[in-house]
């Protein structure tokens, strides 16, 4: 039969408010994060980047947080938007030849009027 | 437009057939991924392309599928027999050497009745 999808995380802010959106990674070894909006029916869209010798990296209206120590993401959106409402996912690129992105459960992020 | 194309944006199929996608990545970019996403998951790394060598195939990547980029510019993936269990969101992503930042397409939707 057709399976179910999974229940996606759920974060629901109000317009004007601030968001973050949390991802815990899997690989100590990862030497670069990004984070992806995706709208439905749609690719991922590049959001924000940050390599692993840095710890917090600032963008037009986001901020991603790194913490190496537990593994640890976040991405902060200020004055967060209708447009912002979306499923936010992280993504970690593995160290190895192929560098390949490993995209971590996503969140789905509603902003309310 | 310069971003990374797939074709078709969506296709149906009925079990058993053969479907082929393509994708035209960004054309300086030597590296292309294909992830394949099915409903509430992130995106599953699939196989990876350097120029025209396929250099990392995923244990996803079982023997009914397979993909060329025999110029080392477009690159194709075939499923052959297709199953219900195939429907998903293809993705295609390219990238530059070890350069940072992967670019998504905006995906092909398969649907097997």
């Known amino acids: 039969g057709e399976s179910v999808g999974l229940h996606l995380p759920t974060l629901s802010v109000q317009e004007g408010d601030n968001s973050i959106i949390n991802c815990a990674y899997s690989?100590?070894?990862?030497?670069?994060f990004i984070w992806y909006k995706q709208e439905s029916g749609k690719g991922p869209q590049f959001i924000i980047d940050?390599?692993?010798?840095?710890d917090k990296r600032q963008g037009q209206r986001v901020t991603v947080l790194l913490n190496k120590t537990v593994k640890h993401l976040s991405l902060q959106i200020a004055a967060t938007q209708p447009g912002d409402s979306a499923v936010y996912f992280c993504?970690?690129?593995?160290?190895?030849?192929?560098?390949?992105?490993?995209f971590g459960s996503g969140t789905q992020l509603t902003v309310l009027p | 437009d310069t971003g990374v194309s797939q074709d078709p944006r969506h296709k149906i199929t009925k079990r058993g057939q053969n479907v082929t996608f393509r994708c035209d990545p960004i054309?300086?970019?030597?590296?292309l991924y294909w992830y394949r996403q099915t409903l509430g998951q992130g995106p599953e790394f699939l196989t990876y392309?350097?120029?025209?060598?396929?250099?990392?195939k995923s244990r996803l990547l079982s023997d009914r599928f397979s993909a060329e980029r025999p110029k080392g510019s477009f690159s194709t993936l075939e499923i052959q027999r297709t199953e219900q269990g195939d429907s998903a969101m293809y993705l295609c992503?390219?990238?530059?050497?070890?350069?940072?930042?992967?670019?998504f397409g905006s995906g092909t939707r398969l649907t097997v009745v």
């Open positions: 992503a390219s990238s530059q050497g070890v350069a940072y930042g992967y670019t």
């Open positions: 690989n100590s070894a990862s030497d670069y």
């Open positions: 940050i390599r692993s010798n840095m």
């Open positions: 993504a970690e690129r593995l160290r190895g030849s192929a560098r390949q992105l490993t």
């Open positions: 054309s300086e970019h030597n590296r």
């Open positions: 392309f350097q120029n025209e060598a396929q250099l990392e």
